[in-house]
């Protein structure tokens, strides 16, 4: 009786067994079993989508970082290249312009005028600088007590009669050499000559006396100087004038830059004597001007 219970049982055991075996048949086969992540599965996954976002976030702003270089240089590169056109185009102005000057006898003129007040102030400085050097000089050599001693004030107005006389001389013969007056030119040059030679005597003698050939031939320097730029301020200024002379004659019959009307003709005493030179400085005053606009 004990054994048929035990084997009814060990059926039914058998029958369930078989019955679950068969459901579980129906869903060992599903993808879902294997397909499932797991918690761990999960979590990597989730790490793994964050890493890529953040890739693709770090590559588009290298991507935007890119661009915004590359507009920038192209913007430098644009900037320079219209900066160089520019420069260019001023350049080719100025160098236009400077033809313009080179070709027109106004501007000609007016650049002999400039150049010409130059080089005569310039000369001007030597001779002043000279007077100042030879001043001191010659009162160092007259009057070397110091200022207790009268002479020391009055020996600087010995040295500046005489560099004024050479001034007046130098001023007074160019002016009226620009009229045509050359009168008493033997008389005008043995006066430069002995006041040269004063200057120069009274710049040495203590040297000169004493056998300091060195030395006077040091401070005879300054006094020297006074007379070879009284020459060329001489020379020069009547070669300038010459040459403004020649250069007024080619622009009187042209039409003025400024609108106004040609100069008027000249004499063939007035071409001839220069005494003009003086003259056409001032009528052409508004053409200089006109010359350097």
Do not use: C
Request: proline share 4%; hydrophobic share 45%; net charge negative.
């Amino acid at each position: 009786m004990l054994d048929e219970q035990t084997s009814d049982d060990d059926v039914a055991r058998l029958a369930r067994r078989v019955e679950k075996a068969r459901g579980r048949l129906a869903y060992q086969f599903d993808p879902a079993l294997t397909g499932a992540l797991s918690e761990e599965e999960l979590f990597a996954e989730r790490e793994l989508a964050e890493r890529i976002r953040t890739q693709d976030r770090d590559q588009r702003w290298k991507q935007a970082e890119a661009s915004a270089s590359a507009s920038d240089r192209a913007r430098h590169t644009a900037e320079a290249i219209e900066k160089a056109e520019i420069r260019d185009l001023l350049l080719a102005r100025k160098a236009i312009a400077a033809q313009r000057r080179a070709s027109s006898p106004h501007a000609r003129l007016a650049s002999l005028y400039r150049h010409r007040s130059w080089s005569l102030g310039a000369l001007a400085g030597v001779v002043a600088a000279g007077m100042l050097w030879s001043a001191v000089n010659v009162q160092h050599n007259i009057a070397p007590g110091g200022p207790t001693d009268p002479l020391y004030w009055f020996s600087y107005l010995l040295e500046a009669m005489i560099s004024v006389s050479l001034i007046i001389i130098m001023i007074g013969t160019n002016k009226v050499t620009e009229w045509g007056v050359l009168d008493n030119r033997s008389q005008v040059a043995a006066a430069e000559i002995a006041l040269l030679a004063l200057t120069v005597g009274l710049n040495t003698y203590p040297y000169v006396s004493a056998g300091r050939w060195f030395d006077a031939a040091v401070h005879g320097v300054a006094p020297v100087m006074i007379g070879v730029a009284l020459l060329i301020h001489d020379a020069a200024s009547a070669r300038y004038g010459r040459a403004i002379s020649y250069a007024t004659e080619q622009v009187r019959s042209l039409p003025d830059p400024t609108g106004h009307d040609p100069l008027p003709d000249r004499s063939s005493e007035d071409i001839r004597t220069g005494a003009d030179t003086g003259l056409s400085l001032d009528l052409h005053a508004p053409m200089v001007q006109g010359a350097h606009s």
